[in-house]
């Protein structure tokens, strides 16, 4: 028998706006959407009056880090918090794990540690090192989404940079199958050692033209080869120019940013707050307007968490020259980039693209990050006026320490489904481990 539900909402954002609808779902799909008011029959009809209902979101750029360093953080943990901020699939990051994501037995060997654990989908990038390019094709065979580098030192000994030939040598073979290099892109040849353990110097350590210099490398390798390139978490709003430049050139290039870059400025990073540290850093208060810009026009394409969590003991030293470079906000990225986008005059239907649709598309995940008919019946039902005060103790990544701690977020995550199922952080995990273009590993 076929288990069938609706879902109604008067704020239901679907992809060409935000209307009063009904959602129909059988057998874990979204099978048709009506008017609110619809006469339907199904086994189950739940109504949620004036609370939005936002397609599940989708966070294409997460660290689980295991197996491996399992202690910075799991699949349990991480898939926990995701579902809890109403993301219902992830995309693993082919490092911080030992072993990292180079190979078909890594990635079997990651498959393996998630199994059973996941509260919410889970993808897999593959990563492209030195010495790998002839893993690619296997690699994408086996299901990754995609490929990450670096061009720069990673901070992980096992996943080092690729050079500019290195590179394009990668992206020659990502061509044909339009699956995306992601970079890391910063130019070492620009950055330098801080000259003090002070924010403002590590900001000066890494300035915008390291972005601009490494986003011009990745622009010629992607015209040189015809791949796609995608930018992870620009930080340099005035790079936006020269992508949209590319863009207008007929290269395939797109670009994301990440909450902290939309919600932090660099003057209001405290003394010795290293739980904002993160590369390429946050910048000062002009550049996160011009970031918010940029994504207001369509040049920078999505927002995800880049969430990188350590144990304390390597984050909290005081020192922004010593501390690790990532920040925890798997769970909260929702509300931190609404909170930021009713101020600017952007809608609901802006963020569902930004941190829904757009992250699907990247990954070639085509039935995730829309409530329209054919999707997964991935839903997540959202309070847009309440409001909350963040506590790092609260949250459900393995790690409390956040530099949101403290701050009022507007937007509250009231319920999710996975699958047409109603799931919760504590229930019984029923995530699946998916492949590019749909099906499961």
Avoid at 44 to 59: Q, T
Avoid at 105 to 111: I, M, T
Avoid at 137 to 143: D, I, Q, S, T, Y
Wanted: aromatic share 6%.
């Amino acid at each position: 028998m076929s288990e069938t539900l609706i879902i109604r909402s008067t704020r239901m954002v679907l992809p060409d706006g935000v209307r009063e609808s009904a959602a129909y779902v059988r057998d874990k799909k979204i099978e048709s959407i009506h008017s609110y008011d619809a006469k339907l029959s199904a086994d189950r009809d739940v109504d949620l009056g004036d609370l939005a209902l936002l397609p599940g979101l989708v966070d294409t750029h997460v660290h689980v880090n295991e197996p491996g360093r399992t202690e910075w953080e799991g699949f349990a943990s991480a898939t926990r918090a995701a579902l809890a901020g109403g993301v219902t699939t992830i995309c693993d990051m082919p490092l911080n794990s030992v072993p990292v994501t180079v190979s078909v037995e890594a990635l079997r060997e990651k498959a393996a540690a998630a199994a059973g654990q996941c509260a919410v989908d889970v993808a897999f990038w593959g990563g492209a090192v030195p010495g790998n390019a002839a893993a690619i094709g296997p690699l994408l065979e086996a299901g990754v989404v995609g490929f990450k580098c670096f061009l720069i030192d990673s901070g992980i000994a096992e996943f080092p940079p690729l050079s500019r030939d290195e590179l394009r040598a990668a992206m020659k073979e990502l061509a044909a199958g339009g699956a995306p290099m992601i970079v890391h892109a910063e130019d070492p040849a620009e950055i330098s050692v801080p000259n003090g353990p002070g924010y403002d110097a590590f900001v000066a350590s890494r300035p915008p033209v390291a972005e601009r210099r490494a986003i011009e490398t990745v622009i010629r390798a992607a015209a040189a080869t015809g791949a796609r390139a995608h930018i992870v978490h620009l930080a340099a709003g005035e790079c936006a120019a020269l992508i949209d430049s590319a863009r207008a050139a007929g290269i395939s290039l797109s670009a994301e940013t990440c909450p902290h870059y939309l919600s932090f400025a660099a003057e209001e990073v405290p003394a010795g707050a290293t739980q904002y540290k993160c590369c390429p850093p946050v910048r000062y208060a002009p550049n996160r307007e011009a970031l918010w810009r940029a994504l207001g026009v369509g040049v920078i394409d999505c927002v995800v968490s880049d969430h990188s969590p350590c144990p304390p003991a390597l984050k909290d030293t005081g020192d922004f020259r010593t501390a690790w470079g990532g920040i925890a906000s798997l769970q909260i990225g929702l509300p931190a980039v609404w909170t930021g986008a009713r101020r600017r005059g952007h809608s609901l239907a802006d963020v569902a693209r930004w941190m829904a649709a757009f992250p699907a598309s990247l990954a070639g995940l085509p039935s995730k990050g829309r409530i329209a008919a054919g999707c997964d019946a991935d839903f997540v039902a959202f309070d847009p006026d309440a409001s909350f005060v963040v506590r790092g103790s609260e949250l459900l990544h393995r790690h409390p320490l956040t530099p949101y701690e403290g701050r009022t977020l507007t937007g509250v995550v009231s319920r999710v489904w996975l699958g047409g199922a109603e799931v919760s952080p504590d229930g019984e995990p029923r995530g699946r481990l998916l492949r590019r273009g749909g099906g499961t590993l």
